[in-house]
């Protein structure tokens, strides 16, 4: 005889027994039957709390991330400028460059993503913000981007700021 067959040949007797040990005491104390319904039923109600409460404590660890990486996107902001302005010094510059990269693969690991590039591309008012428009580049394309955006686990933290074509220069070359 095979080890498991035995072992499942056991579980079955003692869900038969259980199952009977319950129809015996339903019998003969019907207040019993009422109370392991009741017991099945708080049980899962527990149950189901302790989900709830696990799933707030998700949700709130991963808003606090959010709102340290946002406060952090500041930093990074401050380091882009300081890259792009420090030109006299070429150690310095990857002295920036280094830190900038540190901190950002630090809030990367934790779910912050930089938006992609949006210059040329058509102008979305979903996903970016229009601050200004230029004369000189085509109707409704970014221009230029002012400043990056991220977003966190799938959510837009901040929106990239653009600027965006009018085509009014065009028009007036075209009459």
């Known amino acids: 005889m095979d080890k498991d067959d035995s072992k499942g040949k056991v579980e079955e007797k003692a869900e038969a027994n259980e199952a009977k040990a319950e129809e015996n005491a339903a019998q003969k104390c019907p207040e019993g039957r009422v109370a392991v319904e009741d017991y099945k039923r708080l049980a899962a109600d527990f149950d189901n709390y302790r989900k709830q409460v696990q799933n707030i404590g998700e949700d709130s660890k991963a808003r606090g991330k959010m709102f340290v990486a946002s406060d952090l996107l500041a930093l990074l902001d401050d380091l882009d400028s300081a ?6 010094n070429p150690e310095v510059k990857a002295g920036l460059v280094g830190l900038r990269k540190r901190l950002f693969d630090t809030l990367k690991v ?3 993503e930089e938006i992609a590039g949006c210059e040329g591309k058509k102008f979305d008012p979903e996903m970016q913000e229009a601050v200004r428009t230029d004369d000189k580049a085509e109707e409704g394309i970014v221009s230029c981007e002012l400043r990056k955006g991220y977003s966190f686990c799938g959510q837009i933290l901040r929106h990239p700021m653009v600027v965006v074509g009018s085509g009014k220069t065009k028009e007036e070359n075209k009459k």
């Open 83 to 88: 890259i792009g302005h420090y030109k006299e």
């Open 110 to 112: 934790h779910g912050l």
